[in-house]
């Protein structure tokens, strides 16, 4: 061994050996990812504030169960990160490119009237027609190459057929073929996205769809997916839906995305979640639109930041007639709504979207502090709430609140 040799780390040897850096510190690794919010509070508080960009993803349920719903939600909100930072648009400082989406429509049933509806700009959306499975596992490896993509999705991995399988005739099915190429595309796509990781870069969040069909089988349990039981191991994320429950007092107009967290590897997993989905237009509200409102105001009572003196609810720096009021301002002030639930999320999730600074929620923590007995001398306001040489209110008169995880 060399001088030079014998002074360098491991990782250094290491990146000599390969020609690249091959092992961080976790300090330096992304390994707290950026995340795309679906739109839906009631999940985003459940999975840990969104689906994580550079990891694989995975959905899966009966028909009609709102899958392709949620990709459509998600394709959506990626629009509003920057194609290169992956920072939000309201957080970044300086020149703003959309992330797009690329969308492999497998089972040939994207329609672009009904994306549009649900907010999709087909401007930013790219749709592929794989015709076999090594089509679209070497077209999604070179998308997470190229890095040109905030979001892939593939829907479904039910409808994917390997090259072999369509060539010869329907009598010579290969059996277990499907099912290797499925769990090929894993490997292979979750080995790019580790690879974009290592150059301390975010590579694109990665939804995977597939079908939940009936299980037969006295000796299995758990959800029957086609592709095999291996996708179940490599995503970060993993959600089963229900099939859409429609609310029978106001007929067709309001249904329910329901489900559950069956693994997450990014936040506490089994988490269930119900959220409302309007699908249709009436005198009141229009179609997408959810009734997140609600959740945020139960969160914010547990919090104890939803404060009713004489007739009057407090929130903050801000006070309402009643609580029907703060409901419509959550409802109809997108910035304020958005304050909140960035707050909300950081304190349940202990996740702080990346450019958020946590000043932004000064007001919050000082609406958390409530006043100390008259037989007390008041305290200043802390200027940073991690700051253990300012003054604190006694044990006894705190609200356990949360500071801002650091990024």
């Given at each position: 061994m060399s001088n030079k040799e014998a002074t360098m780390s491991f990782a250094e040897r290491i990146a000599a050996a390969y020609n690249k850096p091959m092992i961080f510190s976790?300090?330096?690794?992304?390994?707290?990812?950026?995340?795309?919010?679906?739109?839906?509070?009631?999940?985003?508080?459940?999975?840990?504030g969104g689906f994580p960009f550079g990891r694989m993803s995975l959905v899966a349920g009966p028909y009609s169960s709102g899958k392709s719903l949620l990709g459509f939600f998600l394709a959506k909100n990626v629009a509003k990160h920057d194609a290169v930072t992956k920072i939000r648009q309201d957080f970044l400082q300086g020149s703003f490119?959309?992330?797009?989406?690329?969308?492999?429509?497998?089972?040939?049933?994207?329609?672009?009237?009904?994306?549009?509806?649900?907010?999709?700009?087909?401007?930013?959306?790219?749709i592929c027609w794989p015709s076999t499975s090594e089509e679209a596992i070497n077209i999604g490896v070179e998308a997470i190459n190229r890095g040109e993509y905030g979001l892939i999705v593939l829907d479904s991995l039910?409808?994917?057929?390997?090259?072999?399988?369509?060539?010869?005739?329907?009598?010579?099915?290969?059996?277990?073929?499907?099912?290797?190429?499925?769990?090929?595309?894993?490997?292979?796509?979750?080995?790019?996205?580790?690879?974009?990781?290592?150059?301390?870069?975010?590579?694109?969040?990665?939804?995977?769809?597939?079908?939940?069909?009936?299980?037969?089988?006295?000796?299995?349990?758990?959800?029957?997916?086609?592709?095999?039981?291996?996708?179940?191991?490599?995503?970060?994320?993993?959600?089963?839906?229900?099939?859409?429950?429609?609310?029978?007092?106001?007929?067709l107009k309001v249904g329910a995305l329901h489900g559950v967290t069956d693994k997450n590897k990014?936040?506490?997993?089994?988490?269930?979640?119900?959220?409302?989905?309007?699908?249709?237009?009436?005198?009141?509200?229009?179609?997408?639109?959810?009734?997140?409102?609600?959740?945020?105001?139960?969160?914010?009572?547990?919090?104890?930041?939803?404060?009713?003196?004489?007739?009057?609810?407090?929130?903050?720096?801000?006070?309402?007639?009643?609580?029907?009021?703060?409901?419509?301002?959550?409802?109809?002030?997108?910035?304020?709504?958005?304050?909140?639930?960035?707050?909300?999320?950081?304190?349940?999730?202990?996740?702080?979207?990346?450019?958020?600074?946590?000043s932004r929620f000064s007001d919050f923590y000082v609406a958390a502090t409530p006043a100390l007995p008259e037989s007390q001398a008041p305290l200043e306001v802390p200027e940073s709430i991690d700051d253990p040489a300012q003054p604190r209110p006694p044990e006894e008169a705190q609200v356990k609140i949360q500071p801002p995880p650091s990024i």
């Open positions: 976790a300090n330096e690794a992304i390994l707290r990812p950026s995340r795309i919010s679906t739109g839906l509070y009631a999940i985003d508080r459940q999975i840990g490119s959309p992330c797009r989406t690329l969308w492999f429509d497998v089972e040939n049933v994207f329609e672009r009237g009904w994306a549009e509806r649900n907010g999709l700009d087909p401007n930013l959306v790219d039910a409808a994917m057929i390997a090259g072999i399988q369509q060539e010869r005739a329907a009598e010579d099915t290969l059996m277990g073929r499907d099912a290797q190429k499925i769990n090929e595309l894993f490997r292979r796509w979750n080995s790019a996205l580790a690879t974009v990781t290592a150059s301390k870069k975010e590579g694109p969040a990665v939804l995977c769809i597939n079908q939940e069909r009936d299980n037969f089988s006295m000796f299995s349990t758990g959800p029957n997916l086609p592709g095999g039981r291996a996708q179940k191991f490599v995503v970060s994320l993993f959600i089963l839906m229900r099939k859409l429950k429609m609310d029978k007092t106001k007929g990014t936040y506490a997993p089994l988490q269930e979640f119900k959220a409302a989905f309007r699908f249709q237009d009436d005198d009141n509200s229009a179609f997408g639109e959810t009734t997140c409102a609600k959740d945020m105001v139960s969160d914010l009572k547990a919090a104890n930041l939803l404060v009713k003196s004489k007739n009057k609810y407090t929130v903050a720096n801000r006070t309402f007639k009643s609580q029907k009021d703060l409901v419509t301002a959550l409802e109809t002030e997108l910035d304020w709504k958005s304050l909140v639930w960035d707050f909300l999320i950081a304190q349940h999730c202990n996740y702080l979207p990346t450019g958020c600074e946590g």
